[in-house]
């Protein structure tokens, strides 16, 4: 065991100690376990500074220093489950009520990307009677940042009304030490509960986070990884063709591990926007804004190699900002005034303070991993 690891365990240890203690009212040897297992956690995080966890265990720091502020007033009565952040509908909580209000028309090219969403999720929810050998349940969107692949699992999600859980490290890692397993088991119970009435999709961005091999790892992360690994073979199963769904979604595949890999039977390029997709996104982020007529969308598409569709968007965004703060710089009623037209040179100005966001180099390692990893 790792000095890493034996420091979690240790903290595991006096967390556990100190929740059980707090549940008993004990709460003088409450705060002292409490505060060694704050301790533990921030001194992992100083032995390991490079860590994308550290976050995560400074959070249960803070969280667990709160408590001892509460239990020190001696105002509150024992804290029960719920008070520990235990709820059971703690990812109830994070289902969305209603489908995320994005259509495929929203999301401009991409149509490799929206074929084999289509065919894996949309295709066997629609009729599972055609599909006898079953379909994939595991879906890996992965690209560059601002290409689309949130708005590609809100529109399948929204195409087949299905409930729609957003996960993230933080919703699995912060929560009582020594708990992040169990909570990746109640996720996905929830969900199975849910697929009884209708389709679910589990959306985790940022998969790289929860998923990724690192250098140096404690024992937490490991645990984590095997359970996931072992929900998604359990809805994998085509004995069992329940109608759960996990879409992952990183910037990062490289740093996935290889067995968590092989789980995403669709694996998809969600690639930066060529010329042509560029000039659709400026077409329709422009399309309620006042232009005028020497705004040439072709040349700014043309200017913009390199853009995400998300910068694209920070651009027409930016250029709008620009002509409204002219109304309130001016000495004049501004509930009444109107903005003037956006002219070429509002777009020129703001594109020669952007620079794209993602670097050719970037965009070559994308497709050497996609050519080793694809499965569409």
Not at 186 to 191: D, H
């Amino acid at each position: 065991m790792s000095a890493l690891q034996e420091l979690e365990q240790i903290a595991l240890r006096y967390a556990e100690q100190a929740v059980m203690l707090d549940r008993q009212g004990k709460k003088e040897l409450a705060i002292e376990a409490y505060q060694k297992a704050i301790e533990n956690l921030v001194k992992i995080a100083r032995i390991n500074p490079s860590s994308e966890l550290n976050r995560i265990y400074l959070q249960r720091a803070d969280a667990y220093r709160n408590r001892v502020a509460v239990l020190k007033s001696s105002l509150m009565s024992p804290a029960t489950a719920e008070d520990l952040g235990e709820g059971k509908t703690a990812f109830e909580d994070m289902i969305l009520k209603e489908p995320p209000k994005v259509t495929w028309d929203d999301i401009v090219g991409l149509e490799d990307a929206k074929k084999a969403v289509k065919e894996a999720i949309v295709y066997p929810s629609l009729r599972p009677d055609l599909f006898p050998l079953g379909w994939p349940r595991g879906i890996l969107l992965f690209g560059p940042p601002g290409c689309g692949k949130t708005l590609l699992a809100a529109a399948v999600a929204n195409e087949i009304k299905a409930k729609f859980i957003p996960v993230d490290a933080a919703s699995i890692m912060s929560k009582w030490l020594g708990e992040a397993e169990q909570n990746v088991a109640r996720l996905f119970n929830v969900a199975r509960r849910e697929a009884r009435f209708s389709c679910v999709i589990i959306f985790i961005d940022e998969l790289d986070s929860l998923m990724g091999v690192r250098r140096f790892e404690v024992g937490g992360e490991t645990r984590v990884r095997n359970q996931f690994l072992k929900e998604m073979d359990g809805i994998i199963d085509k004995k069992n063709p329940v109608h759960v769904y996990v879409i992952g979604a990183t910037n990062k595949p490289w740093d996935l591990d290889q067995a968590f890999i092989r789980r995403f039977q669709k694996r998809i390029y969600v690639p930066p926007p060529n010329y042509n997709q560029r000039l659709e996104t400026f077409k329709l982020y422009t399309k309620f804004l006042k232009l005028a007529s020497d705004v040439d969308l072709a040349e700014l598409a043309r200017l913009t190699e390199g853009f995400s569709g998300s910068d694209i968007m920070d651009v027409c965004q930016s250029v709008q900002l620009k002509v409204n703060s002219e109304i309130f710089e001016k000495n004049v009623d501004y509930s009444k005034a109107e903005p003037r037209a956006i002219a070429m040179r509002d777009f020129l100005e703001v594109l020669g303070k952007r620079k794209p966001s993602i670097p050719k180099e970037s965009i070559t390692q994308y497709e050497v991993w996609f050519n080793e990893f694809k499965a569409l």
